[in-house]
DNA sequence: CAGTGAGCGAGCTTCCGCTTGACTT
């Protein structure tokens, strides 16, 4: 046994590190935390001073039992975790959980994973900081206080199952009001004017595009534009050139890392955490959970040499870059390739993809600047007092563009790029065509799930580890989906200018055309408003700010962390023992008419199973009737009219074989009934309309695919099938089903082959994730 | 696999941040 034990966060440090240090040292890694307050009740004695309960966490006994036993033997437990908050608690934690004397341990930090670093690191240890575990402690108990007393709430007084906490339900109200914005939102139309005139020089003809200075709130004041420019003459009134430059983005943090791969890639934010824990894993790039643009001297140097050998000397720059995140601790270094003059790696094609992004980031992060000219030039109207304007860039030098163009979530600029043929003041210009097109404003944008992430980000809510689990978590509460919107059709106006001649068309347009956005649910929207009424104060979006803030004076030592929470729970408490027992169960209940037929009214709520339209009162001798609403239709925006439509379900669709067909809507969607089986209805089809014609396809369809199902049956034994699956053919026993070997031919196995195939030990496959209950 | 919405009220759910591994459809 050696003499040194060090302990880590990541067992992937945990290797590189045993190869830096010599034999006398055995590094571990803890996994993270390995103790964590009970979950039996609040896990927190808020009687005696909010003492935390702590247990070892299910899954770290074995890792702490091993720990123990090496810590027990070792001269010298070094503790390496993270420094950070929560890196100095994981320290101080593991000193409790493994029971070692303090005196035995030393404490030592380093932020990038380098031989000079960790030995330097070894010679300099420190003390463990209580105050900083204190602000930890305090930053936990908060948490827990939070979640576990308002969860309780909403269970009451909601739905049971729902959860709140002080950065999930942030990001749900941050979802759920932009929701709101858009459904408020105005749309507006103006008019832009564009134009194409010629140059002529050196007898040849040069297009300039150019858009006017102004927009015209109507088709009057456009077109009058228009027949003033039928006989004005067009000059350049002024060109103006100004040089101006462009500067490379910060290598890679989880969170910008997360939205460029989100734009360029596809990546979900899940997705790309996935694939960058593979590469982290595989010794590609350093850690991916950071906050932290730093890079460490070493990959400075390499990059610096790497630049100049692939580009020349010009183009190398190197850059610090310092965080302006609130509430960064960066404890690691920027996410970049461990080797940087490795361009491509081996791997799947994410890998490589995700790879090859990282590494073009860090290097153009260490380039010069773009140098852009950028010109202007503005065309008289000798009829009107407004100008055109056409824009050029050119790209005098390329500097880190060579290497890395970032993108950006909003992808509505036109104007101004390319070059402008060389024009001088005074030239005149032969107007081929001005047209006036009708624009519209648009709405401010849903959130995607990268750019959720970067707005928690800039409020300083959630941390690197914890940004891809949110965005699950309030998805699978039923708090927002990620979904598409069709586009929209709508028609515009557009008047041209042409040979004197001023002619006015209508065309039309998709517009609104969304793809995986996140929208609130209903359920989403009424927690929302719950908790906006009664919990304000913790769903405002400089909470968390304000008592990070606290943290810090705990960390500094100048408040003790009892004292904050103890402020903080006692009036909070009072409120939720107010809303508790005060506090009706809120179900969003809307009144949205009256059915004609009976005169009762028709309401929509949100039932125990999800929305639901109510005709009559609750109270009434006549039980009220229920129908729960589609899918795609919300609480918020439901008619009247369509909530009566609902109750025209089941419909019977007509007879066939002398059986009836009905038509409804059940758990998994719109379907058939016939003769006691089921038939999904195809996504184009609606239980409303459905002929019967149509229905009888949908059954023919389903029955013929069904009898392709069975491949080979057997008297002997009824048991055992040989079936047709999505994957290809199996054998079925009872309930179970097993995998054929490929070598054997499925409509030639005997039964003894298939009971001996059933036999076999089943190889371990991957583990696919379940959605929803059970 | 597929209609639920009245209501005895058992016993359950839930937070945020650290870190990976997983044995059956």
């Known amino acids: 046994m050696s003499k040194n034990l060090v302990i880590v966060e990541s067992p992937a440090k945990a290797k590189t590190i045993e190869g830096f240090l010599g034999k006398d040292y055995t590094v571990k890694s803890s996994f993270g935390h390995v103790r964590d307050l009970s979950k039996d009740g609040l896990g927190v004695d808020v009687l005696s001073d909010f003492k935390p309960n702590y247990i070892i966490s299910q899954d770290k006994k074995k890792i702490v039992s091993e720990l123990k036993k090496m810590a027990s033997a070792a001269d010298i437990v070094w503790l390496a975790s993270d420094e950070d908050r929560e890196g100095e608690a994981i320290s101080w934690h593991l000193i409790q959980a493994l029971e070692i004397d303090e005196k035995k341990t030393r404490r030592i930090v380093f932020h990038e994973i380098t031989k000079d670093a960790i030995l330097n690191a070894i010679k300099n240890p420190r003390l463990l900081d209580k105050n900083l575990v204190d602000a930890q402690q305090a930053r936990r108990v908060l948490d827990r206080l939070v979640g576990f007393e308002l ?220 140098l852009i000219e950028k010109t202007n030039v503005n065309i008289a109207v000798s009829t009107a007092s407004e100008e055109f304007v056409a824009k050029g860039e050119v790209i005098k030098f390329d500097g880190f563009l060579k290497v890395y163009i970032e993108s950006t979530d909003d992808d509505n600029e036109e104007n101004g790029k390319g070059t402008l043929p060389e024009v001088f003041k005074g030239d005149t210009l032969n107007m081929q065509e001005i047209s006036a097109i009708e624009r519209f404003t648009l709405h401010p944008p849903r959130y995607t799930e990268a750019t959720l992430v970067k707005k928690l980000e800039e409020l300083g809510i959630g941390r690197p580890s914890t940004y891809a689990p949110t965005i699950s978590t309030i998805q699978k509460r039923g708090y927002v989906v990620l979904g598409n919107r069709e586009g929209k059709e709508r028609s515009y106006s557009i008047y041209t200018l042409k040979n004197n001649k001023i002619t006015s068309n209508n065309k039309t347009e998709i517009y609104g055309y969304e793809k995986a956005k996140l929208f609130p649910t209903d359920i989403g929207n009424l927690v929302n408003m719950f908790l906006m009424e009664h919990f304000s104060d913790i769903l405002d979006y400089n909470f968390t700010a304000s008592v990070e803030k606290e943290f810090d004076e705990i960390a500094d030592g100048h408040k003790i962390w009892n004292n904050m929470i103890k402020e903080f729970y006692a009036p909070f408490k009072e409120k939720v023992k107010d809303i508790q027992k005060n506090s009706e169960k809120v179900s969003g209940e809307k009144l949205l008419g009256i059915e004609p037929e009976s005169g009762k ?92 014609e149509r229905a009888i396809e949908v059954i023919i369809e389903k029955l013929e695919k069904d009898s392709k199902k069975l491949i080979k049956e057997f008297t002997e034994n009824a048991d055992v099938k040989v079936l047709n699956g999505r994957w290809g053919a199996y054998i079925a026993i009872g309930k179970e089903n097993y995998k054929i070997p490929k070598d054997k031919n499925p409509e030639k196995l005997s039964l003894e082959e298939c009971l001996k195939i059933a036999e076999q030990p089943k190889k371990p496959g991957k583990k696919v994730f379940r959605k929803g209950k059970k």
Request: proline share 4%; net charge positive.
């Open 151 to 370: 969860s309780p709430v909403l269970w009451r007084k909601v739905k049971p199952s729902l959860s709140a906490g002080r950065v999930q339900s942030v990001a749900v109200r941050l979802i759920s009001e932009r929701e709101k914005e858009i459904e408020n939102f105005n749309i507006i139309s103006s008019y832009k004017v564009v134009g194409d005139f010629i140059v002529n020089r050196d007898s040849k003809d040069y297009l300039l595009h150019a858009e006017l200075n102004k927009k015209f709130e109507g088709s009057k004041e456009a077109e009058s534009f228009l027949k003033k420019c039928v006989n004005a003459s067009f000059s350049i009134s002024n060109v103006e050139t100004k040089p101006s430059k462009k500067s490379p983005s910060p290598p890679f943090t989880t969170s910008t890392l997360q939205q460029e791969a989100s734009r360029k890639l596809g990546f979900s934010v899940a997705k790309t955490m996935l694939v960058a824990q593979q590469l982290y894993e595989s010794g590609k790039i350093t850690y991916m959970r950071t906050d932290s643009f730093n890079l460490s001297d070493m990959a400075l140097t390499t990059a610096k040499n790497e630049i100049i050998a692939s580009f020349g000397n010009e183009y190398q720059q190197t850059r610090k870059y310092t965080t302006k995140v609130k509430g960064a601790q960066e404890a690691h270094e920027a996410i970049r390739p461990t080797y940087i003059s490795k361009h491509a790696i081996d791997g799947d094609v994410y890998q490589k993809r995700l790879y090859e992004m990282i590494w073009k980031r860090t290097i153009a992060s260490q380039m010069s600047d773009a």
């Open 601 to 692: 009214n028709v309401y929509v709520k949100l039932g125990r199973f999800g929305p639901v339209i109510q005709i009559g009162e609750t109270d009434d001798v006549n039980k009220p009737r229920f129908a729960g609403l589609m899918k795609n239709q919300s609480m918020e925006t439901i008619t009247l009219s369509e909530a009566l439509e609902l109750f025209k379900l089941p419909r019977k669709v007509g007879i066939y074989q002398d059986k009836e067909i009905v038509a409804t809507i059940g758990k998994f969607g719109p379907y058939l009934k016939f003769d006691n089986s089921f038939y999904s209805l195809p996504k184009a089809d609606s239980p409303f309309t459905v002929t019967i």
